[in-house]
């Protein structure tokens, strides 16, 4: 059995996430405290109670998920005996990334709450709020020559680009909003559904560059070491343990496409994956893994049964 890691992105969060893990073990709660600590502020307590507007806000959701995501890998590895090294790729969804890479011990807790703090902030500031916008062409017609088609006819009139290829029937276009509203019209002419986001910013586009170079000053004075296990990087669709590779990707990711479907299909490809792991909040991913990759097996694990049970099949 070959095992990669996931761990989710924006989208993922929900009041409450995190709780169970941290009213059962003590490694889990060390984790929110560090991630408190490292951003001077509450964060724990808003993933507990909310409300729902304030955990949902960018700054706060991308830490937040990636502080529930490292919680649940640190139940699994002290709680429960996983070892690390049964795992051979780790792939995260856009902010899952950094997640990843702090899971598998190429960047420190701190530090990677403290930039996705930053990327964040910097995400909401790039662009005036109203001028981008995001939108989701579903449908069993759509793939990503069906969203390109689109995005290249919204680009007429503004920035428009695919920003996230999730899978085929799910791909992402961002841009300025004009733009968005034209793309969207000729999918729907190309026979797609399409659904505005709701989001604050148009993430993963040209727009985002003021974003980038914020997180380009941040990372170029991180501490990034070698993972553990390769990094599935979301913007080459390929395996990465190269530090200094793995600091330009990121950069890159901010106004770069999230390349998961091509991620997906190479780790079940080429890669050997037969087995996938969500690590942290919500099914998103593992539904993703069922319609790119459906033999192989794939699996959520929030809760910490689920976590135990995960562990325990390893021994």
Known sequence: MTLALLFPGQGSQSVGMGAALADAFASARAVFAEVDEALGQNLSQLMRDGPEDQLTLTENAQPALMAVSVAAMRVLRTEFGFDL?????????????????????????ADTARLLKLRGQAMQRAVPVGRGAMASLIGPKTDLALAEEAAKAGSEVGVC??????????????????????????????GARAIPLNVS?????????????????????????????AIVANITARPETDPEVIRRLLVEQVTGRVRWRESMEWMAGEGGVTRFAEIGSGKVLTGMAKRIAPDAESAALNTPEELEAFATSFS
């Open 161 to 190: 680009v695919v920003a996230n290829d999730n899978n085929n029937g799910n791909v992402v276009i961002s841009g300025d909003k004009a733009a968005v509203d034209r793309a969207i019209e000729k999918a729907k002419e190309l």
């Open 201 to 229: 910013a148009p993430f993963h586009c040209p727009l985002m560059q003021p974003a980038a170079d914020e997180m380009a000053t941040a990372l170029a004075s991180a501490t990034i070491v070698a993972p553990s296990v």
């Open 85 to 109: 090294s049964k795992a051979t790729y780790a792939a995260g969804h856009s902010l899952g990334e950094y997640s990843a890479l702090c899971a598998v011990g190429a960047i420190s807790l």
